[in-house]
C-alpha cells in the first residue's frame, strides 16, 4: 500500500482488503467495525499531538496510537478484555493491509510486555523465523 493513505480512506481501504482474507463473514464484519471505530478515534483524539507523527505510516506513531487505543477502551469505553484482544487484532489485520507488521498484537507476550515486538527483535518474530529455518520451512 502506499503511504498517502488518507485516515477518512482507510474503512474502504481496509474491507475491500479483508473481502480477500479467508474470514468468516462475521468477522470480517467485526474487524471492519474496529477499525471504523479506531479511525474515529483517531481523528478526534487530543493525545494525537503527542504521537510526533501519521499513526498510519509512522512505526512509533502507531505504538503510541495502539497503546492508546487500548487503554481508551479499557478505561474510557470500560470494555471486556475479549473486546480489547478483538480489537487490538483488528488493528494487527489494519497494520497487514497497510503494509506494516505488528508482531504479536494480541497476544500473551505483548499484554504482558504492553509494547508491539518489532520484526527482527529478540521477540517472536525472530524466534518464528528460527523455528521455521529448523525445520526446513520459510
Do not use: I, K
Not at 52 to 57: A, F, K, V
Amino acid at each position: 500500500m502506499s503511504d498517502d493513505v488518507e485516515l477518512a480512506d482507510v474503512p474502504a481501504l481496509f474491507e475491500r482488503w479483508l473481502a480477500g482474507r479467508p474470514l468468516a463473514e462475521r468477522s470480517r464484519r467485526e474487524y471492519a467495525r474496529n477499525v471504523r471505530v479506531f479511525c474515529a478515534w483517531v481523528a478526534e483524539t487530543p493525545d494525537r499531538a503527542g504521537w510526533q507523527g501519521d499513526p498510519l505510516t509512522d512505526p512509533l506513531a502507531r505504538d503510541h496510537a495502539a497503546r492508546d487505543f487500548r487503554r481508551y477502551l479499557q478505561v474510557e469505553r470500560r470494555a471486556a478484555a475479549s473486546t480489547v484482544n478483538l480489537a487490538l487484532a483488528s488493528l494487527d489485520a489494519l497494520y497487514r493491509c497497510l503494509g506494516v507488521l505488528m508482531c504479536g498484537a494480541t497476544s500473551r507476550r505483548w499484554r504482558d510486555r504492553g509494547r508491539w515486538m518489532r520484526p527482527g527483535s529478540d521477540g517472536c518474530c525472530a524466534r518464528r523465523r528460527r523455528r521455521r529455518s529448523a525445520r526446513g520451512r520459510w
